[in-house]
């Protein structure tokens, strides 16, 4: 009897002193600070897509393509067309959007 308690005492004493030496080294499956994982610091994306807000103040970074004559054009007016798709029409392309009866969004 007295065995299988020395037996116990020193099994849980190697154990303790086998989680002790992973925990020094760091391993495990809870490694902290590392920083290097691929977790995603939420602060720091809502940061950046402010600033991003700030610097274009609604502007697209490139001017939008007419869907009818396909130039660049500054300011787009979207139109919903029968078959439900959306089209984007520059201000030379809106008479040919009215004329084929779009519905504007």
Known sequence: MLGFA???IVLSAVLAAVIAIARMRGGGSRRRGSGQGKVAVLA?????KASERRNSEGAPSRPQKCSYCRKPAKRITMYAEPSGTVVGVCPSCEPL???RDLMPL
């Open 6 to 8: 020395i037996a116990g």
């Open 44 to 48: 720091d994306h809502r940061k950046r």
């Open 97 to 99: 959007a009215r004329e």
